[in-house]
C-alpha cells in the first residue's frame, strides 16, 4: 500500500534537494555524443544519488544498508564502464591503442598439396612433429569479449585517466580503483559479501562516487588537450 501523498511529497523533496540542475548533468557528461546513451547515462547517475540519499534519509541499517551499497557499486561500474567504452570509441578509434584493444593475432592455416606437405615436412622435420604452414592476421575481437580492465588500461595509455595526488598528497591510482569497483560489480553476492564484509563494501560504494569526478575530469582535459573537445 502506498504511503499518503503528503508523506510521499516530503520523501521526494527531501531526495530530490540534494540532486544537481538539469543543466549540470548534461555539462557533467558532455563527452558522450550519442544524445539517447547520454539521457542513459544521467538518468542512471541521478536515480544512485536519489536512492542514496532515501537510504540515509530512512537511516537504513543491516540488510537494507547491504542492498543499497552493492547497488550503489553495480550501478556507479556500469556508467564507469558505459564511459570509457564510448570516448575509446568515439575519440580514438583510429589509434594504435584501440587497434591493440579491438584487434588480436592469430595464425590461419594454408592448406597445401599433399606432396609439397611431404617436402616441407622432411626439410623442415622438428622433433617428430608435423610442420603446419601458416600466416598471421588481425581479427576483430568481439565487444563482449573484451575485458574492462582491457579497457581501463587502454584508457590509461591513452592519458584518459591517470594516477593523481589528492588534497592530502596522497597518490590515488585512479586506473586500479575503478577496476577494483568493477571487479567486485561482478563478484556481487552472498558469498563475495561474506567474504569482504560490510566495512569494505561501503568504503567501496564511497570509493565508486568519490572517484567519478576526478574521472570525468580527467576525461575532459585529455579530450580538450587532444583538440576533440571544446571547453
Known amino acids: 500500500m502506498p504511503l499518503p501523498r ?33 539521457k542513459r547515462i544521467i538518468a542512471e547517475f541521478k536515480s544512485i544519488r536519489f536512492a542514496y540519499k532515501l537510504y540515509e534519509g530512512i537511516g537504513a541499517e543491516g540488510e537494507n544498508l547491504m542492498f543499497e551499497v552493492r547497488n ?34 592469430m595464425p590461419i592455416r594454408i592448406d597445401i598439396p599433399e606432396h609439397k606437405q611431404c617436402e616441407l615436412q622432411s626439410a623442415l622435420s622438428h622433433d617428430g612433429k608435423t610442420i603446419v604452414p601458416y600466416y598471421i592476421a588481425k581479427k576483430k575481437r568481439e565487444k563482449a569479449k573484451v575485458r574492462f580492465d582491457e579497457k581501463c588500461r587502454t584508457a590509461e595509455k591513452l592519458g584518459l585517466i591517470h594516477k593523481y595526488a589528492n588534497e592530502s598528497g596522497e597518490e590515488i591510482d585512479l586506473p586500479a580503483e575503478i577496476i577494483e569497483i568493477y571487479s567486485y560489480r561482478n563478484g556481487i553476492h552472498i558469498l563475495a559479501e561474506q567474504r569482504k564484509g560490510i566495512t569494505y563494501e561501503l568504503d567501496l560504494s564511497k570509493k565508486a562516487y568519490r572517484r567519478m569526478r576526478p574521472f570525468i575530469d580527467q576525461i575532459k582535459e585529455r579530450l580538450m588537450a587532444d583538440g576533440k573537445l571544446s571547453s
Not at 530530490?16 to 555524443?33: G, K, M
Not at 570509441?89 to 589509434?95: A, E, K, N, Q, V
Open 6 to 38: 503528503e508523506f510521499k511529497s516530503e520523501i521526494e523533496k527531501y531526495c530530490n534537494n540534494h540532486l544537481a540542475p538539469d543543466l549540470w548533468y548534461e555539462n557533467e557528461f558532455s563527452v558522450i555524443q550519442d544524445a539517447n546513451l547520454k
Open 72 to 105: 550503489q557499486i553495480l550501478a556507479y561500474a556500469s556508467i564507469y564502464e558505459v564511459v570509457i567504452e564510448n570516448v575509446i570509441d568515439t575519440y580514438y578509434s583510429d589509434t594504435p591503442e584501440f587497434e591493440s584493444l579491438m584487434y588480436h593475432e
